[in-house]
């Protein structure tokens, strides 16, 4: 197809999205996107289910997540939706055969919905389904059955870092003037791993600093109780942007040994500001670090814990910054984006 010069394209995000906090990383990459898309002189708008969809009204229609909050999307191509964009949100290590099996349930039980068979609906009715890595594609072509010729990988992004003073963390949370260690994230959530990285960095006396939005669930007070048995963690709640900017600015390594990431967008907020990265190695972050992190098995505590000392003791060469300022800034994101709508036949 050939891509107009001022490309039209509309965002669908779930509803529920609303009261998911502030950090919700799906949300985060839409918004991103967006933007980096706008400043390339496009028109972006996102929709929602209070503003009726004027027919014909724009060029690319992409939906994010996918499953039961998209359900039945791709049915509705006769709203003249244009170019139809599926970005799904797959953060599951289960083998690709347990994939086929629940897919083909799906598709061959009356009125039994499995979330993979809704994938693969969605996927297949799309013109064009975006991919955060290679992991991502790989359980879309072979644990669903998507044609890969219909699949692009577009990675995610970072912007260029605010400046963060270091000092205004260490004065008002007491942190030690020589660095941290640092994780951001859900640590309610199981997926983040919070419990398992208070285990292997606790006995080690390293500083640590935990920070983000935590619903009250079960493993958050695990957690909780974790922490107040080693001093040297220090817990804290969701941070004002320049307070985060701060606690990026004086970390030293960022920890994120998650059960699985898309991505890991927080590990590259902490990448540009000049932390070593330690990451878990299951879903899509060896697309984005390379062999510039360590990557570790989040089920492996003394593992954890040797791949944190190793980063701690590592000189910083700078290497990993250079690399996601050049390769990873949400303006490459959307200039990918757009190449990928212009590689659809379909005319925009």
Same mark, same amino acid.
């Given at each position: 197809?050939?891509?107009?010069?001022?490309?039209?394209?509309?965002?669908?995000?779930?509803?529920?999205?609303?009261?998911?906090?502030?950090?919700?990383?799906?949300?985060?990459?839409?918004?991103?996107?967006?933007? @980096?898309?706008?400043?390339?002189?496009?028109?972006?708008?996102?929709?929602?289910?209070?503003?009726?969809?004027?027919?014909?009204?724009?060029?690319?229609?992409?939906?994010? %997540?996918?499953?039961?909050?998209?359900?039945?999307?791709?049915?509705?191509?006769?709203? &003249?939706?244009?170019?139809?964009? +599926?970005?799904?949100?797959?953060?599951?290590?289960?083998?690709?055969?347990?994939?086929?099996?629940?897919?083909?349930?799906?598709?061959?039980?009356?009125?039994? +919905?499995?979330?993979?068979?809704?994938?693969?609906?969605?996927?297949?009715?799309?013109?064009?389904? !975006?991919?955060?890595?290679?992991?991502?594609?790989?359980?879309? $072509?072979?644990?669903?059955?998507?044609?890969?010729?219909? !699949?692009?990988?577009?990675?995610?992004?970072?912007?260029?870092?605010?400046?963060?003073?270091?000092?205004?963390? !260490?004065?008002?949370?007491?942190?030690?003037?020589?660095?941290? /260690?640092?994780? $951001? &994230?859900?640590? &309610?959530?199981?997926?983040?791993?919070?419990?398992?990285?208070?285990?292997? =960095?606790?006995?080690?006396?390293?500083?640590? =600093?935990?920070?983000?939005?935590?619903?009250?669930?079960?493993?958050?007070?695990?957690?909780?109780?974790?922490?107040?048995?080693?001093?040297? $963690?220090?817990?804290?709640? =969701?941070?004002?942007?320049?307070?985060?900017?701060?606690?990026?600015?004086?970390?030293? $390594?960022?920890?994120?040994?998650?059960?699985?990431?898309?991505?890991?967008?927080?590990?590259?907020?902490?990448?540009?500001?000049? @932390?070593?990265?330690? !990451?878990?190695?299951?879903?899509? *972050? *060896?697309?984005?670090?390379?062999? /510039?992190?360590?990557?570790?098995?989040?089920?492996?505590?003394?593992?954890?814990?040797?791949?944190? %000392?190793?980063?701690?003791?590592?000189?910083?060469?700078?290497?990993?910054?250079?690399?996601?300022?050049?390769?990873?800034?949400?303006?490459?994101?959307?200039?990918?984006?757009?190449?990928?709508?212009?590689?659809?036949?379909?005319?925009?």
């Amino acid at each position: 197809m050939v891509r107009s010069p001022r490309v039209r394209i509309g965002f669908i995000l779930p509803a529920n999205y609303c009261v998911s906090g502030p950090g919700n990383g799906v949300r985060v990459q839409a918004l991103c996107q967006a933007a @980096a898309l706008r400043r390339l002189g496009h028109d972006v708008r996102t929709l929602d289910p209070w503003t009726p969809y004027q027919r014909g009204s724009l060029d690319v229609v992409q939906f994010f %997540l996918g499953g039961g909050a998209n359900h039945g999307i791709e049915l509705m191509r006769s709203a &003249g939706l244009g170019t139809l964009v +599926f970005a799904p949100i797959i953060d599951s290590n289960e083998p690709n055969s347990r994939y086929r099996w629940a897919a083909r349930l799906g598709s061959v039980v009356p009125k039994v +919905f499995t979330v993979p068979s809704i994938f693969r609906s969605q996927a297949t009715g799309s013109d064009l389904v !975006i991919c955060r890595s290679r992991h991502e594609e790989r359980r879309l $072509v072979e644990g669903l059955g998507v044609p890969k010729e219909r !699949i692009r990988i577009v990675l995610n992004g970072v912007d260029p870092p605010a400046p963060g003073d270091p000092g205004e963390a !260490i004065r008002l949370h007491r942190l030690p003037p020589e660095g941290w /260690l640092l994780h $951001v &994230g859900k640590y &309610g959530d199981p997926r983040k791993n919070a419990l398992g990285l208070i285990e292997a =960095v606790g006995p080690t006396g390293l500083p640590l =600093v935990i920070a983000g939005n935590a619903e009250e669930t079960p493993y958050k007070a695990r957690v909780i109780e974790a922490a107040r048995r080693h001093p040297n $963690v220090t817990l804290l709640g =969701v941070q004002p942007p320049e307070l985060l900017q701060a606690l990026y600015a004086g970390c030293r $390594v960022f920890c994120l040994p998650s059960v699985h990431e898309g991505t890991g967008l927080v590990a590259l907020e902490a990448a540009v500001h000049g @932390a070593a990265v330690v !990451i878990t190695r299951h879903g899509g *972050p *060896p697309d984005y670090f390379g062999d /510039l992190a360590e990557y570790v098995d989040p089920d492996d505590v003394a593992g954890i814990r040797q791949a944190i %000392l190793r980063s701690w003791e590592r000189p910083r060469d700078g290497k990993l910054r250079a690399h996601v300022l050049e390769n990873l800034t949400w303006d490459r994101s959307a200039s990918a984006l757009l190449d990928a709508y212009a590689s659809v036949r379909r005319a925009v």
